[in-house]
């Protein structure tokens, strides 16, 4: 069994090649393409958009994108979660779960790290893809993907830290140290710089079916846009751009819920957008720390599936309606006498594992799905953007704009997959309400309800509610990095509260 160790910030950066310890701007040039390469080689420029896509893999115990950091900024923080393992198992999740986390919190600053690496890995693909020899409309395309790249790093660093550092291109040795790149952009600017970015994909990417599967479509950079104006609640905007998928007729529910999260619902009918994963030679085509940091931690008696982080909460459990099938689709429910999960392995018995439950989302089968043999590399697609998540935001728009009927409709076909009678509307502010519910239960341990429960005004009743220590008007937001503001030379201002 793997036990997780807490390693120091300090000790972190002498580790890592790019951690902690380093200003988000020291970023190595990507791979191995030169400029005279991208102008003669039409090939170039796919490679230098496939490395913004592989960035996404980025996990562990040092920069993170997607990985266990990301799982402890997105869920672990929620009424979701809780975090996990053993009481005395990394420290820093800990501080992150009971809302007592600083601005020296590693993970903190590793998703921080993590997605200024991101970005400068999409600014660099960007600086060289213009000069391409490929034709406009392919070479806009591969543009389009990347900056859809860039704009969902800059949308989950905005939530997270609220205005940050604003790099819409590969700064110059003299503009590095500059006050513009080492001072924060409102948050205001920040989701200009989005807005541009995911309109550009829209306006330039094929749709889905007219490019290879995995790569980023006009309905992916459509429903991002949308949900980027949602938190701004630009209603009419998300109304439309959800409308808009919704019409081409090119996504769907898929018709068994837990089959979304599984292998054969990859890439499914009702997938928009997800980080594509694979085996191959390396082992390292998937997201490091992703689903075995969440698998099942054996106590003892048998061989454990993982570090068991991000555990499911009794609160999560009693949100579900009777009868609704996505309770058990979401959650691994341990028994006393043994679990059977959907591959046929038996969890032995309740005293065998150290959790009451885990979260079925992120289980990975070793026997029945791809895997190369590294457990800390499980090939688990993550589902980021799905058709059930658009058809509520499309409801919570219409409901804001007074269309009562357009809400409840698409409502509905989320309740009725899940087993559940129609929702009836009592107004508005009942209707607004119950789609919320449903965004808990049908988008349980995917990565937003802490976000949701921010830009719905309710973060702190319901953190409290729950237990956790949560402080108004200061944990709706995380702390800029202790490290990155020093690097800065104070330049780099703090979030209110941590001071």
């Keep these: 069994m793997k036990k997780l160790i807490y390693i120091s910030s300090t000790m972190l950066a ?222 009419q905007k998300t109304f439309e751009l959800s409308q808009a998928v919704i019409n081409s007729g090119l996504y769907d529910t898929l018709s068994a819920y837990a089959d979304i999260w599984r292998a054969k619902g990859a890439n499914s009918i009702e997938s928009i957008f997800e980080v594509q994963t694979g085996t191959n030679a390396a082992c390292n085509a998937a997201i490091e720390l992703y689903a075995n940091s969440q698998g099942i931690r054996a106590r003892k008696g048998w061989s454990d599936f993982g570090f068991g982080f991000n555990n499911p909460t009794a609160d999560l459990v009693a949100a579900y309606e009777p009868g609704d099938k996505r309770r058990e689709a979401t959650i691994i429910t341990i028994r006393p006498n043994g679990t059977m999960l959907w591959d046929g392995f038996r969890v032995p018995s309740r005293d065998s594992v150290e959790n009451d439950r885990y979260n079925y989302k992120a289980y990975h089968s070793r026997t029945q799905e791809p895997y190369c043999g590294s457990a800390d590399r499980t090939p688990k697609n993550l589902r980021v953007l799905r058709y059930g998540e658009l058809l509520l935001q499309y409801a919570e728009a219409a409901n804001e704009l007074g269309n009562t009927g357009e809400a409840l409709a698409k409502l509905n076909i989320v309740r009725r997959r899940a087993g559940l009678p129609p929702a009836v509307s009592g107004g508005q502010a009942d209707l607004r309400q119950k789609i919320w519910k449903e965004r808990r239960v049908e988008l349980a341990m995917e990565h937003d309800r802490f976000w949701d429960l921010v830009r719905t005004g309710r973060a702190g009743i319901v953190m409290r509610a729950h237990g956790k220590n949560f402080v108004d008007n200061k944990n709706e937001l995380f702390p800029i990095p202790q490290d990155q503001i020093l690097l800065s030379n104070n330049r780099l201002t703090q979030n209110p509260g941590y001071n």
């Design 14 to 235: 002498m580790l890592l090649n790019a951690g902690c310890g380093k200003n988000f701007l020291d970023i190595p040039p990507q791979g191995r393409v030169t400029e005279e390469e991208i102008r003669t080689n039409p090939n170039a420029a796919v490679d230098l958009a496939n490395g913004v896509y592989n960035v996404m893999w980025l996990g562990g115990f040092g920069p993170d994108v997607h990985g266990l950091q990301f799982i402890n900024i997105t869920s672990i923080v929620s009424d979701d979660a809780d975090k996990g393992s053993t009481p005395q198992d990394y420290g820093p999740s800990l501080e992150i779960d009971n809302f007592t986390y600083g601005p020296s919190n590693p993970i903190v600053a590793n998703f921080w790290t993590g997605y200024y690496q991101a970005i400068a890995r999409a600014n660099q693909a960007l600086d060289k893809l213009p000069l391409s020899p490929l034709p406009e409309a392919d070479k806009n395309r591969l543009i389009g993907e990347v900056r859809f790249l860039r704009g969902y790093f800059y949308f989950n660093l905005v939530r997270t830290y609220g205005g940050v550092p604003k790099l819409d291109r590969v700064p110059t040795p003299d503009e590095a140290n500059s006050d513009a790149f080492q001072t924060r952009a409102s948050a205001a600017d920040i989701y200009a710089l989005i807005i541009s970015d995911l309109q550009f994909a829209a306006d330039n990417l094929p749709l889905k079916g007219a490019t290879p599967v995995g790569r980023i479509t006009k309905g992916a950079a459509q429903t991002m846009l949308g949900k980027v104006y949602m938190y701004q609640k630009n209603w």
